[in-house]
């Protein structure tokens, strides 16, 4: 089947620095990637929707400029945690629409700490 | 808007016991419903979903849903349970096109021997 891959899988960073996060589609394109925040005992919460070749659209509420998402290619999108505080400590997860059926397949997940 | 409203955070049941896990949604149309499973540190895979037509689902791992209209509910249940399937559990409405996801607060199914 579809398999999407994020990469680091766990992350810790200093406050203040940035952190990038890849999700790749690795046997299908995905024009449509889709990346979540997943608080502790929480549910995912949709941050915003990655368009090959043209801007992200952010759910409300989350800071455009803080989660700057690029998605350059059909098979990579990645999402970049600038200034990172400690309160973006968080399990953020990627999906991607599949071709065909049209499946969503997310990312295993990765998990970021900020210091 | 979108809701979906997981009422149990964890469930505990023995091994080879049934299992059903409640879900309820708020959508003004005819959603688009899903149900996943997150095992620890890992990501969502999904176990089944319901677009139209026969209201009782059929999935992966031996999983099934009905969906009821009339309660708003999309409960998912298992005849026997096995110590793998201990997990985290969501329900997920979308919307019209599929794309956005709304997501349940989860429920833990713990499986005791």
């Known amino acids: 089947g579809a398999v999407v891959s994020q990469h680091p899988s766990r992350v810790i960073c200093k406050s203040g620095t940035s952190v990038k996060i890849e999700c790749r589609s690795l046997?299908?394109?995905?024009?449509?990637m889709f990346w979540y925040r997943q608080f502790p005992k929480q549910s995912l919460m949709l941050m915003a929707t990655s368009n090959e070749g043209s801007k992200a659209t952010y759910e409300q509420g989350v800071e455009k400029d803080k989660f700057l998402i690029n998605h350059a290619s059909l098979t990579l999108s990645t999402l970049t945690v600038t200034s990172a505080h400690p309160e973006d400590s968080s399990f953020y997860i990627c999906s991607a629409r599949g071709e065909g059926t049209g499946e969503l397949f997310f990312g295993e997940g990765s998990r970021l700490t900020v210091l | 808007a979108q809701s979906v409203t997981q009422p149990d955070i964890h469930i505990t049941v023995s091994e080879g016991a049934s299992l059903e896990l409640r879900c309820n949604y708020s959508y003004g149309a005819t959603p688009y419903l899903f149900w996943y499973v997150q095992s620890p540190g890992q990501g969502l895979q999904l176990l089944l979903k319901?677009?139209?037509?026969?209201?009782l689902v059929q999935g992966i791992k031996g999983f099934e849903a009905e969906f009821k209209r009339s309660q708003s509910s999309f409960n998912l249940r298992k005849p026997s349970v096995h110590w793998s399937d201990a997990a985290e559990y969501f329900c997920a409405v979308g919307s019209g096109d599929g794309n956005k996801l709304v997501f349940g607060a989860g429920t833990i199914l713990r499986v005791k021997s």
């Open positions: 319901y677009f139209s037509g026969d209201t």
């Open positions: 046997d299908f394109q995905a024009t449509t």
